[in-house]
């Protein structure tokens, strides 16, 4: 909705101009009005960005709030929203009903840097986070959000860093604190193959958190820098189910993994 709020104010503030300039007598006024309206919109999110930043700098690090229910959350999410929706585009969701209320552990296949952005916007009301790598959570400003929201670093090279983060958010899971999501290939697939091996041990948090697990597929994320410019990007997401907490606890990892990797890979390959 503020995307085109920001559209509509630099429309209207384009026409006004070319009224007053007399530019529609002429067809390179029309052109002049539209990069008006273009311009417009960037300067105002541009603006936007400015306030994200200086209120991110605001955010103590060390002393990260108890809950993710704050002022940080609610911009955090309404920037993001208008950054996703800035690319056009269109997102497609199906099986949402499957998902639990509360205390699941989502997994994905990850096309590119906009899944975690299209999954915590459009899955607000599951107060989604997700476990990233280690070097997204150190990008200036954008970090300490994500930090904030729930947000977990995990880096594979440090067996503790890894073991610490799966039990932080096998912890946060458990309390209620936030779900969390996490891309079990463990890097974006930039290949033609559907689904990329599963790291069997990202299904350790569920195993912990004696939570379900909710099994979604992403297609055509990774278009968007290919054609957002002249077409509208359709996404689609399917929740394909859950594999319920008894049965998660009744697995071993592997097992899971592997139950997760043929409903995903049945999915994208059709």
Sequence with gaps: MLHLIYLGVSLITAILYGLSKHLFKKLTGYFLVG????????????????????????????????????????????????????????????GKEKLPENNFLLVCNHRSIFDPLIG?????????????????LKIPFVGRYMKAVGCLDLDRENARNAVDTINKAAHYIKSGHCNLGIYPEGMENKSATPLLPFRAGAFKIAKKAHCP???????????????FMFKRIKVD??????????????????????????????????
């Design 35 to 94: 990069a008006m309206t273009i311009s417009g919109y960037i300067a105002l999110f541009a603006l936007h960005v400015g306030i994200f930043c200086l209120v991110g700098a605001t955010i103590n690090e060390k002393k990260l709030p108890k809950s993710i229910h704050t002022f940080y959350r609610w911009f955090g999410l309404l920037t993001l929203k208008v950054f996703v929706d800035s690319f056009r585009f269109k997102i497609r969701i199906s």
């Design 120 to 136: 915590i916007t459009r899955f607000k009301k599951y107060n989604m986070a997700y476990v990233s790598k280690k070097e997204n």
């Design 213 to 227: 697990v909710a099994v979604m597929t992403i297609k055509n994320s990774d278009r968007v820098f290919r054609r």
């Design 237 to 270: 997401i399917d929740i394909l189910g859950v594999i319920d907490a008894d049965e998660v606890k009744k697995m071993s990892t592997q097992e899971i993994s592997d139950k997760a990797y043929k409903m995903m890979y049945s999915n994208l390959a059709a």
